[in-house]
Structure formats: structure tokens, C-alpha cells
T-cell receptor, first 116, second 116 residues
Framework: DTGVSQDPRHKITKRGQNVTFRCDPI?????LYWYRQTLGQGPEFLTY????????KSRLLSDRFSAERPKGSFSTLEIQRTEQGDSAMYLC??????????????FGDGTRLSIL | AQKVTQAQTEISVVEKEDVTLDCVYE???????LFWYKQPPSGELVFLIR??????QNEISGRYSWNFQKSTSSFNFTITASQVVDSAVYFC?????????????FGDGTTLTVKP
């Protein structure tokens, strides 16, 4: 068990650029979640996948954000035309779950995005 | 809608003191899970405990203990004989089993500083 892996750990970019983050969940986990954490707040839910299906998206996820999990394994989160307000820690988590039965989420170390 | 409130923004104690971190939650579901996570300065989220809504038995793990009371919708966390290494931000989280399939709602966290 290598845990949830996120890449990169840090990303600094200019406003208006596109960025993409990657998350590799624990291999046997079928659920994958993306959260955003801004300074002084707890993580906020963005979206989640069960296998390759994206089942829910938060209203926080504007049309500049898109997430994929094409083969039900790793996932990518892309932000287009980044804005200052996108600066945050982006956390990925995975868990094993089916219906109402959910195991605890395991979180990655996050990708810290800084917009210049 | 589910909500988690951690009223204590910051707590500072001297090493070896006991400290209790408060967590109050709101949910309409009868089946739900409560979690505590630790986020040290390095940034990763570390899972500490999960309780389900049908198990109100208090739990002790070493210097950590948790008091779950459905009557007051609280899930408080006590650290006994605190140590400097306990300094971190602690998050309480709620996951509704019946409506939200595993995603978590976090409180805003309590920053604990343990001074030597």
C-alpha cells in the first residue's frame, strides 16, 4: 500500500494559464474524491468518481474546472484560465465504497497551487 | 444540509496539559460517519478515527479519546498529557451515508499549539 499520491506537490503559475494535477489513488479503491482547501478553512468537496463515472460535482467546480478518471484508476483535475482565487491546496482522497457502505477516505499530501 | 462546527479556532496549552477539541455537527440522515483528522505543518491529512452514528461508545487510543453524544450532536476529542508533537490543525468531518455516498464535510479546524 503506497497510499494516495499526488503530483506535483507545488505548482506556481501566472494568472490565465492552464494547470493539470494528477492523483493516483490506493489501487483497490473504487472511489476517488477531489477537495480544495484554502487558508484557514477545512477542505471543501469538489467532485467524486466511482470507478470511471463522475457522480457528483460541487457548485464550487466552475466551468473552468474539469476532472477525469478515464480508466477508473488515476484522476486528473484541470483548471483553465487560472484566477487568483484558485490559489489553494488541492487534495485528493480515495476510499472503498459501495452504496451506503463507505470506508474512511485516505488523503494524499495535496498539490499547492499559487497563482501569481 | 450537513454542517460541522468547530467553535475553537485556536488553542494553546503547555506540554502535559489535557486539551479537548470540540465538534458539533448537523445532519438529517440517521446513518452517518464522523471523523477526526490531524494536519501537521507539513500539510498532509492524517486520519485519526471514524465513528458511525449507531455506535455511541466512547473510544480511547493511547493519549487520545473521543466522546460521541448524539443527544447534543457532538463528537469531542481529548488529548491527555499533550506533547509538542501534537501541535497541528485538527479537523472534524461528517459523511452522510444515505445521501452523499462518502463525501465529507469538514469543519474549519482548530489549531492546537503545545508549548514546551
Amino acid at each position: 500500500d503506497t497510499g494516495v499520491s499526488q503530483d506535483p506537490r507545488h505548482k506556481i503559475t501566472k494568472r490565465g494559464q492552464n494547470v493539470t494535477f494528477r492523483c493516483d489513488p490506493i489501487s483497490e479503491h473504487n472511489r476517488l474524491y477531489w477537495y480544495r482547501q484554502t487558508l484557514g478553512q477545512g477542505p471543501e468537496f469538489l467532485t467524486y468518481f466511482q470507478n470511471e463515472a463522475q457522480l457528483e460535482k460541487s457548485r464550487l467546480l466552475s466551468d473552468r474546472f474539469s476532472a477525469e478518471r478515464p480508466k477508473g484508476s488515476f484522476s486528473t483535475l484541470e483548471i483553465q484560465r487560472t484566477e487568483q482565487g484558485d490559489s489553494a491546496m488541492y487534495l485528493c482522497a480515495s476510499s472503498q465504497g459501495q452504496g451506503l457502505r463507505n470506508q474512511p477516505q485516505h488523503f494524499g499530501d495535496g498539490t499547492r497551487l499559487s497563482i501569481l | 444540509a450537513q454542517k460541522v462546527t468547530q467553535a475553537q479556532t485556536e488553542i494553546s496549552v503547555v506540554e502535559k496539559e489535557d486539551v479537548t477539541l470540540d465538534c458539533v455537527y448537523e445532519t438529517r440522515d440517521t446513518t452517518y460517519y464522523l471523523f477526526w483528522y490531524k494536519q501537521p505543518p507539513s500539510g498532509e491529512l492524517v486520519f485519526l478515527i471514524r465513528r458511525n452514528s449507531f455506535d455511541e461508545q466512547n473510544e480511547i487510543s493511547g493519549r487520545y479519546s473521543w466522546n460521541f453524544q448524539k443527544s447534543t450532536s457532538s463528537f469531542n476529542f481529548t488529548i491527555t498529557a499533550s506533547q509538542v508533537v501534537d501541535s497541528a490543525v485538527y479537523f472534524c468531518a461528517l459523511s452522510e451515508a444515505e445521501t452523499n455516498a462518502g463525501k465529507s464535510t469538514f469543519g474549519d479546524g482548530t489549531t492546537l499549539t503545545v508549548k514546551p
